[in-house]
Each structure stands twice: as C-alpha cells, then as structure tokens.
C-alpha cells in the first residue's frame, strides 16, 4: 500500500502530501531513484509514523521490567528457582506476543492494538507491586510480556502501509534505532527512578506504567483506525498468484514456501547473532581473557549500530533486497567465526567489528523485507511470524551456544558460523526481488494501437490501474 491511502482504505491528507512532495526529489532526470536522505524520510512521513517511531524508542525505554525483575523478585523473598522460573515465562510471553500481535493487527486494527499494548503494559507492571503470591506474579509477568509485544507487529505493518517501497528500508532503519537506542538507555532511566525513589521499586514501575499509559492515550489520539474488510482481503487474496482462493491468516503464511525459508533464515541469523551475549563471555573466561574486552566488544557493538546504522543505509537502502540480506547474514557469521581465531584480544575486536557491519548492513532490509514479501491483506501476518521466529531464535540461541561450548570448547565458532551459511543460503533463494512498479493509466500501450474508444467504453479504461492496486 502506498503512503496515500491509509488502514481501512480511508485517504491520507498528511502522507498524500508527503509523497508528492517526495516524488520530485526521489526521481533523477534519467527517472533512477535517488538515495533518500534520513532526515527528508522523516519530515515527510505522515503523523502516523512518527507517532509508531516515537512509540518504538518509548516501548523499549519503558522496558524497565525485564532488566530489574530478578532484583525485584529478590527483593520480594522468592528463591533463585522462582526467578530463573519468571525469567523464563517473560521469554516465552515476549515470543507468543509476537504472534499475537500480529494477529490483532490484523483482526482490531493497528490503532486498537497498540491502545491494548500499551494499555495493558500500564496496568499490569504497576500490578506488580501489589500481588500477594508468586503464581499471580508469574501469571502477570508472563501477560505484561506478551503485552509488551503485541505493540510491535501492529507497529511494523503501519509503518510498511504508509511509507512508499522506496524508503521503507530507511523507515525500518529508524525503528531499529528506536529499538537500539530504547535498550541502552533503558538500564540507565531505570536506575535512575529507582535511586530517586530510595531503593525502592514503587517509583521504578509506576514510572514505566505510567509512560505507557502516555504513549496509549497519544496512540488512540493520532494513529490511523479501522480494519480492512473481509471483502477488500478476498479480493485481494484472488488477485495474488500463489496464495490459493481463501487463504487466510498465519496458515497461508506457512503454504508459501519460499517465505517459509526466510523464517528459518531469520531463525539462524538470530541464534547466531545472540552468542555474543552468552557464549562470547564463557568463552572468555575459559581462556583467561580480561573482562574488559568482552565489555569493550558489547558497548563497541551498541556504538557502531546506534552511530553508523542510519548512514550506512542511505548508501544501502536501494541495493537489491537479496543481496543486502545475505551480505548481512554472511558478515554476521564471518564475525563470529573470527572470534576462533588464536589471536588474544585483537580476535574479539576485529570479529565484533565484522558482525557489527553485517548488522548495520543487513538488519534494516531483514526487519523490513517481511512487510512486501506477501500479499497486502495479510501483511501482519507475515511480520507477526517473522518477529516470532526471530525472538525464538534469541531465546533458543544462548542455550544452544552454551551446550556447544561445554562439548566444544573453541571449536564452537566455526560450528555456530555454520547457522549463518545456511541463512545466507537460504536468504538468497527466499528473498524475491523488489516487484516493479505498476504502470500508470497514461502510459498504457493500448493507448497508441487502438483508435479513440466512444464514451460508453471508457468506462472500462481504469479497469487495470485499479487491478495493480489490489496487489500485495
């Protein structure tokens, strides 16, 4: 969908302007696209946008929760088991809200499921505080985590509805620096209200209820409502080659195939990407390295993405989608091969610089190939299961690594680099390339080979343009 029409088909005066204002200055004088400043992405988008961009950085700034919970619980008198056990159930409900989300996007619209998210994040974390007994404080972890996440299929799709193709690389390289920038400042609010509430973690959580619940009101105020109709998705999924007459929500996603491979390449890609966090530091300490270089090689990593992300895909952004998405997957195995190296400390440097560039390159186009590689109506779904998967890869990653490493010692870099050649391989056959545009009304050939039509035939002459419109 392009940035003139809005969620459930209602014109949009803010990205209608946007667009035109942007066409002049994406077009050459040979008609090539021209690389789309960050800053022109970001004035033109319509208010919808920035409000998701914004609510990106405030969801994952709030995310006090996840980084203070086992303090908390501590400091509630529960034993190490229990948290170990909450842990686990925030993990698990951060990966089923994806699915969720995506489904609820699809089913209340993008503005009622981010209302819900944000809503329900509110509610639950400040309920925290005040629950007599572990189940019920594992039951609401667990709801507070999917809560969390329903928030960012929803987010995802508006986002790939109202920006034209040609800047939703760049569009989705801002929200993965809301994402980034969000979780390195996160810890550092979050100790800060907990030392302005003097230890205490009332301040903590209501501060983190409280912007949410701020960012649900100034959601319901300003993003787009309503959901497209039964009628628009069947017309839609007859229009689509391939998706099979009545297709519908995450089971169509599985009958295409070739999408299918790209889950399993996001699944890889993130297994592999995690092991810095896990068997990175292991690793370390069994061959005696200082701490300071696995700390130096985290805040390096979290510099480069934070400093370099945008800049490299404004050189990026117009590359084929194929070749972007497995130039990152391939770097990001490359890095982490490199750290087998017998080298010391200059291993750790040069192959944290390797992947990070592979992450910079490949994670805008990876997060944003998911909203065009399916049909329009089912666009939620599609990037419901591919955050699915890719926060199961996170999840499934670290414990993979770890019990590699226990068996293999240093060898398990280039076993792990193995994950990344088979999402490199299979990256490359799922990827489509980007569709063509389609031609416009005016340029029709018919035009010129068949004489002037009289009056009661032109009715028919829209007939095509409004066909391409129906296309995913």
Not at 83 to 101: E, F, I, N, P, R
Not at 129 to 141: D, E, I, K, N
């Amino acid at each position: 969908m392009s940035a003139e029409t809005e969620p459930g088909g209602t014109p949009g005066e803010d990205g209608a302007a946007g667009a035109a204002a942007a066409d002049g200055a994406r077009a050459g004088s040979d008609g090539a696209p021209e690389k789309v400043r960050v800053w022109a992405t970001f004035r033109d988008a319509p208010l919808a946008v920035k409000t998701v961009l914004a609510g990106v950085l405030v969801n994952r700034l709030s995310g006090f929760l996840h980084v203070f919970l086992v303090l908390f619980l501590t400091s509630k008198g529960f034993s190490k088991e229990h948290t170990v056990l909450a842990l686990g159930v925030y993990g698990g409900g951060a990966v089923v809200g994806t699915l969720v989300g995506g489904a609820l996007a699809d089913r209340m619209g993008v503005r009622n499921a981010t209302v819900l998210s944000m809503g329900s994040t509110a509610v639950l974390t400040a309920a925290l505080l005040y629950l007599p007994s572990f189940p019920l404080v594992l039951a609401t972890v667990a709801l507070v985590s999917l809560g969390a996440q329903l928030f960012r299929p929803a987010s995802a799709t508006l986002l790939a509805e109202l920006t034209d193709d040609d800047r939703q690389v760049m569009v989705f390289a801002m929200y993965r620096f809301g994402l980034n920038v969000g979780a390195t400042a996160a810890p550092l609010l979050g100790y800060a209200l907990y030392n302005a509430g003097d230890h205490s973690y009332t301040l903590l959580f209501w501060g983190e209820a409280l912007i949410a619940l701020v960012y649900a009101c100034f959601a319901r105020a300003t993003l787009p409502g309503g959901t497209r109709g039964a009628a628009a998705a069947g017309a839609a999924d007859r229009e689509r080659p391939g998706t099979g007459k009545g297709a519908a929500g995450y089971a169509a996603v599985l009958r295409d195939r070739r999408y299918v491979l790209y889950l399993l390449a996001a699944l890889c890609h993130a297994a592999v990407y995690m092991q810095y966090l896990s068997t990175l530091p292991l690793y370390m300490t069994s061959v005696g390295m200082a701490l300071f270089w696995y700390t130096f090689a985290v805040s390096l990593n979290g510099f480069i993405v934070i400093a370099f992300e945008l800049l490299v895909t404004k050189l990026s952004q117009n590359w084929p989608l194929r070749i972007t998405i497995g130039l990152g997957f391939a770097l990001v195995g490359a890095g982490v091969a490199f750290y087998g190296l017998p080298i010391g400390p200059a291993a750790i440097v040069v192959g944290t610089l390797i992947w990070s560039l592979g992450e910079i390159l490949g994670g805008p186009a990876v997060f944003a190939y998911p909203a065009k590689a399916g049909p329009e109506h089912l666009r939620s779904r599609y990037i419901g299961s591919f955050q699915f998967m890719f926060g199961l890869g996170t999840a499934l990653g670290p414990m993979l690594g770890s019990w590699l490493f226990l068996r293999l010692g240093g060898m398990v870099w280039p076993v792990v680099a193995v994950g990344s050649l088979l999402a490199t391989a299979l990256g490359l056959i799922a990827v489509r390339p980007r569709p063509e545009a389609p031609a416009e009304p005016a340029d029709d050939p018919r035009g010129e080979q068949e004489p002037p039509r009289a009056p009661a035939e032109d009715t028919r002459v829209p007939e095509p343009a409004g066909a391409a419109r129906t296309q995913g």
